[in-house]
């Protein structure tokens, strides 16, 4: 079965820090991966995809198979940065079937 | 150009009971899939509707079923509620299958069974 393991339940950084959000998964064939985001008092909403290789926000998040991860880093933490992050795969055997993690909270403090 | 909607925002049920969950998609969605999201856990996939066909079930028991209209808006209705069914409930629209399309979350709906 298909799972997504965040590890941190909360992360607490200082402004200008670097950051990294953990992600690992298990799907033995070619997974799609995904970071969402949720703002405070706001909706749930996609801030990066692998297949796009973008950085978004600051954001990076580099797909390693070997290691079965997908974590998100930024090196210089904002307090705009304090949020709830959610990893998600999708499987090719499941199109459109996301499975999130648990979240990581992410508090910035300045 | 209007988001994704959902009604009601929160509701009270008792153990047992049947609950419809209502979800707008955003103009020019095709396709909306339902998630629970219990406290303190990541949102998890129900089911998927494109063009008014089920494309899709996650893990859960045949008494969540749903239903997509013509316009594209969807329906999700829990037969036999259990406590274990209070959840907060999303909805997310997309213009075809998320995996190419970015998909567009509503603000939930917050069920409690007591």
């Known amino acids: 079965a298909q799972r997504v393991t965040q590890p941190e339940k909360l992360l607490s950084v200082f402004k200008g820090a670097p950051v990294e959000l953990k992600c690992n998964y298990s799907y033995s064939g070619s997974p799609e991966l995904f970071w969402y985001v949720q703002y405070s008092r706001q909706r749930l909403q996609l801030l990066l995809r692998h297949i796009s290789r973008e950085s978004i926000k600051g954001f990076t998040a580099d797909l390693n198979k070997g290691e079965t991860s997908f974590h998100l880093k930024k090196p210089f933490a904002q307090e705009e940065d304090s949020a709830m992050y959610y990893c998600?795969?999708?499987?090719?055997?499941?199109?459109?079937?996301?499975?999130f993690g648990a979240g990581t909270q992410v508090v910035v403090t300045p | 150009e209007t988001g994704v909607t959902q009604s009601p925002t929160h509701l009270i049920k008792t153990r047992g009971q049947q609950v419809t969950l209502r979800c707008s998609s955003q103009s020019g969605h095709n396709t909306v899939s339902w998630y629970q999201q219990a406290l303190g856990q990541g949102p998890q996939f129900i089911f998927q509707y494109y063009r008014e066909e089920e494309n899709g079930r996650g893990n859960f028991p045949p008494r969540f079923s749903g239903l997509q209209f013509p316009n594209y808006s969807s329906e999700l209705n829990v037969n036999a509620l259990e406590l274990d069914d209070s959840a907060l409930y999303l909805c997310?629209?997309?213009?075809?299958?998320?995996?190419?399309?970015?998909?567009?979350f509503g603000p939930g709906t917050r069920l409690t069974v007591l």
């Open positions: 997310a629209s997309s213009k075809g299958l998320p995996s190419y399309n970015e998909q567009f």
């Open positions: 998600a795969l999708m499987t090719t055997d499941s199109w459109g079937k996301f499975q």
